[in-house]
């Protein structure tokens, strides 16, 4: 049985929540002073949640379940229900009360799409430094409006396309992972455009070939990977990120890969690949 991309790797796929961690040191700020009981509540749930036992975890996020019901707007309630989550490893759940909380509020979504423009440039300006050179896309901010009524359509629309696209880079990545542990060349090779080639080999026949010889000859073959990592570098494509631990009975190594995915048709298609070792 081949070894699956780790849980913990998910953080790396939505790179855009990250920041939303912070708020959890200020989030007596954010809440309504005013109202005692919403402040017992919520300095009930810090301290279970801080008790490093999953009988504190679980109390907590009964705790802060029940005032996201009573305050459902409440952006420090909703990261501190994720944080929690997050700690026991319930990724996706977390993951949920992330996206709700950035939808509700429409400045917010404008606010991590500047956020994801910035991310992107900086992974350009990697991919110069280990790719052929290519155009740098430079982050144009986004003003947020006074009132939420003049929010524009098409962004939304384009932060939702981008958080789809960026998902399903991460099952051709896990997908591509599968078909090579698995010795499938077939399934192995699809996964790559038909132009693509290695810096050794000339053309995509001759690249294939070796790959194919490549994945017959081990016995068996374990691949898992490690700080999975997804940003943006222009429309249609992303880079992908990691660390790749490979296993056969011929050798074992470990390396930093990128993987920068195409859309070519209705599919994603790897156009590069960059190995780095250490």
Known sequence: MSESIGKGNLKNGFLVFGWMISIFCCQVALAQESDKDYTARFTQAEQMAQSATKEGADKAI?????????????????????????????????????????????????????????????????????????????????????????????????????????????????????????????????????????????NHKDWAKNRENSLKRPKYIKIHLNDVKVVPLANHTFQVSFVQNYDSNRFKDSVKKYLVWQEVGKSWKIIQEKVVYD
């Open 62 to 202: 009964e705790l802060w379940k029940g005032m996201l019901k009573d305050y459902p707007n409440d952006l420090a309630v909703s990261n501190n229900l994720a944080a929690t989550l997050m700690k026991e490893k319930k990724y996706a759940e977390a993951q949920n009360y992330l996206e709700s909380a950035l939808n509700a509020d429409p400045k917010i979504a404008i606010i991590m799409a500047n956020l994801n423009d910035i991310y992107a440039y900086q992974a350009q300006l990697a991919y110069q430094s280990v790719f052929k050179p290519s155009e740098i896309n430079y982050p144009k901010g986004k003003w947020v409006a006074l009132t939420s009524e003049t929010v524009k359509t098409p962004e939304k629309a384009q932060l939702e396309k981008a958080k789809k696209d960026m998902q399903r880079v991460l099952n051709r990545v896990e997908n591509w992972r599968v078909a090579w542990s698995s010795k499938d060349v077939k399934s192995y090779l699809s996964f790559y455009d038909d132009s693509y080639h290695s810096d050794k080999f000339t």
